[in-house]
């Protein structure tokens, strides 16, 4: 129970790393808002985690639609998930986009939608969450980054910028609460190849086992990571066990960036 009374919202939470990680939360004691564009999916995780914990006094899981790049609906659907969880105290800025392409190739549209799904939601969903945890300190935020956010690749302009843009930003975040005094850690996790449906568009386009072979071959561990690998990490960060960590971040990468 590493998260005994905690109350979170997680982004992107009807699939991958997000539901994975509600799912975590909630065996771990968490109170969980599942958001999501995809409300349907949203349900279904909140639905399933509820019936996995029947014994407890009050729904653990609670949902609700939210496009990330949109900040009227971050306006609207913090306060009523504080409202359903009694406080909030975790935000996990998950919801993301892929986006390949040379700075050459990238036209401004696609750029503009990777950068407000990958880049602008993070910074919406600490703007508007953080006055809403203060009274419920202390706080964490943990935003998901990638290794690409790091790292660079020659056909990954969009989603480089993106992701290395959610890395210092965690950092400015953790910065200001600091200084402000509220009690609020703020840090970013660096994933690397993950089997979740991020990678639909390639297995789609060569198939599974030419995917899996190909992304293997990149990771000196010689897989590619679950949905947990990242989840376990999150945990940590959301957690009391992390309350001298701020400004930090983790990489979940397989060996990586030690190359």
Known sequence: ??????????????????????????????KVFLADINEKGAEEAASQINASHPDAAAPPAHHGPLD???????????PRA???????NILVNNAGIGGGGTVEETDFAHWKHVMAVDADSVFLGCKYAIPLMKPHAPGSIVNISSIAG???????????AAKAAVWLLSK??????????????????????TD???????EDAMGRDV???????????????????????????????SKFVTGAEIKVDGGISAM
Request: proline share 4%; glycine share 10%; net charge positive.
């Open 1 to 30: 129970m590493r998260l005994r009374g905690k109350k979170s919202f997680i982004t992107g939470a009807a699939s991958g790393l997000g539901r994975a990680t509600a799912e975590l939360f909630a065996r771990e004691g968490a």
């Open 172 to 193: 400015s975040v953790a910065l200001h609460c600091a200084k402000r005094g509220y009690d609020i850690r703020c840090n970013s996790v660096h994933p690397t190849f």
């Open 82 to 88: 504080a409202e359903a969880m009694e406080g909030l």
């Open 150 to 160: 790091l790292i660079a690749g020659h056909n990954m302009a969009a989603y480089n």
């Open 68 to 78: 990330v790049s949109d900040e009227e609906g971050w306006k609207k659907i913090l």
């Open 196 to 202: 979740t449906p991020i990678l639909k568009p390639m």
């Open 211 to 241: 995917l899996l072979g190909k992304l293997t071959r990149q990771v000196p561990l010689g897989r590619i990571g679950e949905p947990n690998d990242v989840a376990y990490a999150v945990l940590y960060l959301a957690s009391d066990e």
